[in-house]
C-alpha cells in the first residue's frame, strides 16, 4: 500500500506539472504584450518625429519671412512709444540726472530697434535684397548716433567723444534703418566691452566712386581688445570672438555678422584693428547717393528738413493696437494737431466721407482688410475725399513699395520719431495740395 502511494503520489506530482508551464506561457505572453506596448510606443515616437519633420520642411522660406516681418512689426510698435516720449522728454525741462535717465531709456530702445532689423535679417540669411534706398539726413544721423554713444557711456560711468566732419554731406540716398541698426550694433559692443576709460565715435566723408560719397564711421573703445585669432571669428554668423568673455558680457554673437553684411550690400565694408593704448577699433564704410533737397522732397520719402511752423490738421488715424493709439496721439497732440482713431480698415473710408480730414495715417498691419487695400479704397472714392494725403506706417520696410503703389504719399518705418512724423505730414499734405 505504501508503495502503491507513492506510485500514486509520483503520478499526481507529474500531473501537476502541466499548469507550471500553463503559468510559464502566461507570463511569456504577458512580456509580448509588454513588448509589443514598446514597440507601439516606439513607433508612435517616430510617427511625431516625422509629423513634426514634415511640419517644419512644409513651413519655407516664404512663412519663416512672414512670421519675422510680422515680429518685426510687433516689437516696433511699443518701441515707437518708448522713443518717442523719450524725445519729448528731452525736450522738456530736466535736470542733468533726469536727462541722463532719458538718455539711457532712449539709447535702449534704439537697440532693440536696431537689434529687431539684425535679427531679421540673419534669420533671413541676405541683406541686399531688403536694401532701401531712402532719402534721409546723414549728418542728422551720425548726431543721433553720437547722441546714443554719450548717452551709453554715461550710464556707465564712462568717458565719450564725438567727432563728426563738417564737410559731411547732408541729404543722401541709402537705407538709414540698417546703417542706424549696424551703428547702434557697434556703439553697444564698445560700451558693453569697456569697463574703464572711454568710447569714441568719429564720422569722416571718404573719397567715394561712380558718383557716390563714401563715408566712415569709426566706433573706438579702450576695453579689453581682441586677438588676431578672435578678430578671425568675429564676423561668423552666431560666433562670439571669446566663449568665456561672452558668458561674462553676453550677446548672440549674430549683430557682427549682419553689419558685415549690412556693409557691404551698401558699397562698403567693415575692418577691426587694435587701438594704440588699449581697446579696438571697428570701422565701418558705407557708399551713399548725394541728393538734392528738392528731388527728395518730390520723391515721397521721408527727409529731415528744418522744422516751420505748419498749419494745425486733422489727423484720421487707422490703427488698432491701443498702445500705438495712445503713442500717435501724444506725438500728434505735441505737434498741433489733432487725431481720431479707428480700428478697422473696412470703416475708413465711411469715416472719411463724414469727417473733414486733413490727413490719414495708416498702419499695414489690420485686422480685417489691410493698410494696402484700405488705401486702394480711399483713392477709389470721389474727389475731394479720394486725394486725402495718405501716410503709410508699418514695423516693415517691405512694405513701402506696396504701400507708394496702392497710393501712399509717404511712408514711415517704426519706430516712428516727432520728427520725421511731422516732416511727413508737411510733405505729403504739400504734395496732395498741388495735385488738386
Same mark, same amino acid.
Given at each position: 500500500?505504501?508503495a502503491k502511494?507513492r506510485?500514486?503520489?509520483?503520478?499526481?506530482s507529474a500531473?501537476?506539472?502541466?499548469?507550471?508551464?500553463r503559468?510559464?506561457?502566461?507570463?511569456?505572453?504577458?512580456?509580448?504584450?509588454?513588448?509589443?506596448?514598446?514597440?507601439?510606443?516606439?513607433?508612435?515616437?517616430?510617427?511625431?518625429?516625422?509629423?513634426?519633420?514634415?511640419?517644419?520642411?512644409?513651413?519655407?522660406?516664404?512663412?519663416?519671412?512672414?512670421?519675422?516681418?510680422?515680429f518685426?512689426h510687433?516689437?516696433?510698435? &511699443?518701441?515707437?512709444?518708448?522713443?518717442?516720449i523719450?524725445?519729448?522728454l528731452?525736450?522738456?525741462?530736466?535736470?542733468? =540726472?533726469?536727462?541722463r535717465?532719458?538718455?539711457?531709456i532712449?539709447?535702449?530702445?534704439?537697440?532693440?530697434?536696431?537689434?529687431?532689423t539684425?535679427?531679421v535679417?540673419?534669420?533671413?540669411?541676405?541683406?541686399?535684397?531688403?536694401v532701401?534706398?531712402?532719402?534721409?539726413?546723414?549728418r542728422? *544721423?551720425?548726431r543721433?548716433a553720437?547722441d546714443?554713444?554719450?548717452?551709453?557711456?554715461?550710464?556707465?560711468?564712462?568717458?565719450?567723444?564725438? +567727432?563728426?566732419?563738417?564737410?559731411?554731406?547732408?541729404l543722401?540716398?541709402?537705407? %538709414?534703418?540698417?546703417?542706424?541698426?549696424a551703428?547702434?550694433?557697434?556703439?553697444?559692443?564698445?560700451?558693453?566691452?569697456?569697463?574703464?576709460?572711454?568710447v569714441?565715435?568719429?564720422?569722416?566723408? /571718404?573719397?567715394?566712386?561712380?558718383?557716390?560719397?563714401?563715408?566712415?564711421f569709426?566706433?573706438?573703445?579702450?576695453?579689453?581688445?581682441?586677438t588676431?585669432?578672435?578678430?578671425? =571669428?568675429?564676423f561668423? %554668423?552666431?560666433?562670439?570672438?571669446?566663449?568665456?568673455?561672452?558668458s561674462?558680457? #553676453?550677446?548672440?554673437?549674430?549683430?557682427?555678422s549682419?553689419?558685415?553684411?549690412?556693409?557691404?550690400a /551698401?558699397g562698403?565694408?567693415?575692418?577691426?584693428?587694435p587701438?594704440?593704448?588699449?581697446g579696438?577699433?571697428?570701422?565701418?564704410?558705407?557708399?551713399?547717393?548725394?541728393?538734392?533737397?528738392?528731388?527728395a522732397a518730390?520723391? #515721397?520719402a521721408?527727409?529731415?528738413?528744418?522744422?516751420?511752423p505748419?498749419q494745425?490738421?486733422?489727423? *484720421?488715424g487707422?490703427?488698432?493696437? &491701443?498702445?500705438?493709439?495712445?503713442?500717435l496721439n501724444t506725438?500728434?497732440?505735441?505737434?498741433?494737431?489733432?487725431?481720431?482713431?479707428i #480700428?478697422?480698415?473696412?470703416?475708413?473710408?465711411?469715416r472719411?466721407?463724414?469727417?473733414?480730414f @486733413?490727413?490719414?495715417?495708416?498702419? /499695414?498691419?489690420? %485686422?480685417?482688410? @489691410?493698410?494696402?487695400?484700405?488705401i486702394r479704397?480711399?483713392?477709389?472714392?470721389?474727389? %475731394?475725399?479720394?486725394?486725402?494725403?495718405?501716410?503709410?506706417?508699418?514695423?516693415?520696410? +517691405?512694405?513701402?513699395a506696396?504701400?507708394h503703389?496702392?497710393?501712399?504719399?509717404?511712408?514711415?518705418?517704426?519706430p516712428?520719431?516727432?520728427?520725421? *512724423?511731422?516732416?511727413a505730414?508737411?510733405?505729403?499734405?504739400?504734395?496732395?495740395?498741388?495735385?488738386?
Amino acid at each position: 500500500m505504501a508503495a502503491k502511494s507513492r506510485s500514486q503520489r509520483t503520478t499526481r506530482s507529474a500531473k501537476r506539472r502541466p499548469p507550471k508551464k500553463r503559468a510559464s506561457g502566461l507570463a511569456a505572453r504577458k512580456a509580448g504584450k509588454r513588448v509589443a506596448k514598446t514597440r507601439v510606443a516606439k513607433t508612435r515616437v517616430i510617427k511625431t518625429r516625422v509629423v513634426k519633420t514634415r511640419v517644419v520642411q512644409t513651413a519655407g522660406p516664404g512663412m519663416v519671412e512672414a512670421a519675422l516681418a510680422a515680429f518685426a512689426h510687433e516689437v516696433r510698435t &511699443p518701441l515707437t512709444g518708448i522713443l518717442a516720449i523719450s524725445d519729448l522728454l528731452a525736450t522738456s525741462d530736466l535736470d542733468e =540726472r533726469e536727462r541722463r535717465w532719458v538718455d539711457t531709456i532712449k539709447a535702449g530702445a534704439e537697440h532693440l530697434a536696431g537689434l529687431a532689423t539684425l535679427f531679421v535679417d540673419a534669420a533671413r540669411g541676405r541683406v541686399v535684397a531688403g536694401v532701401r534706398q531712402d532719402f534721409f539726413d546723414l549728418r542728422a *544721423l551720425a548726431r543721433s548716433a553720437g547722441d546714443s554713444l554719450a548717452g551709453r557711456a554715461a550710464a556707465k560711468g564712462l568717458q565719450s567723444r564725438v +567727432d563728426i566732419s563738417e564737410k559731411l554731406p547732408a541729404l543722401v540716398v541709402g537705407d %538709414p534703418v540698417r546703417l542706424r541698426a549696424a551703428l547702434e550694433n557697434l556703439i553697444d559692443n564698445a560700451v558693453k566691452f569697456t569697463e574703464q576709460g572711454g568710447v569714441a565715435l568719429e564720422v569722416v566723408p /571718404m573719397r567715394g566712386v561712380k558718383g557716390k560719397a563714401g563715408v566712415a564711421f569709426s566706433v573706438s573703445d579702450s576695453g579689453i581688445g581682441l586677438t588676431l585669432s578672435e578678430i578671425k =571669428r568675429l564676423f561668423r %554668423p552666431f560666433s562670439q570672438a571669446n566663449v568665456t568673455i561672452a558668458s561674462r558680457f #553676453g550677446g548672440a554673437g549674430l549683430g557682427l555678422s549682419s553689419v558685415k553684411q549690412i556693409a557691404r550690400a /551698401m558699397g562698403g565694408d567693415i575692418i577691426v584693428a587694435p587701438r594704440r593704448g588699449g581697446g579696438t577699433t571697428f570701422t565701418l564704410t558705407v557708399s551713399v547717393a548725394r541728393a538734392r533737397a528738392s528731388k527728395a522732397a518730390g520723391a #515721397g520719402a521721408t527727409v529731415v528738413v528744418p522744422a516751420s511752423p505748419a498749419q494745425a490738421l486733422r489727423i *484720421l488715424g487707422v490703427e488698432d493696437n &491701443p498702445f500705438g493709439r495712445v503713442v500717435l496721439n501724444t506725438i500728434l497732440t505735441e505737434l498741433g494737431h489733432s487725431a481720431e482713431f479707428i #480700428g478697422r480698415g473696412e470703416a475708413a473710408t465711411e469715416r472719411i466721407a463724414q469727417g473733414d480730414f @486733413d490727413a490719414v495715417l495708416m498702419d /499695414m498691419v489690420l %485686422p480685417g482688410i @489691410d493698410g494696402i487695400e484700405t488705401i486702394r479704397r480711399i483713392r477709389r472714392l470721389g474727389p %475731394p475725399f479720394g486725394q486725402i494725403s495718405i501716410i503709410g506706417v508699418s514695423g516693415r520696410g +517691405d512694405d513701402e513699395a506696396a504701400a507708394h503703389q496702392a497710393g501712399a504719399d509717404a511712408f514711415l518705418v517704426k519706430p516712428v520719431s516727432p520728427r520725421s *512724423l511731422a516732416t511727413a505730414l508737411l510733405e505729403a499734405t504739400r504734395r496732395a495740395a498741388a495735385a488738386t
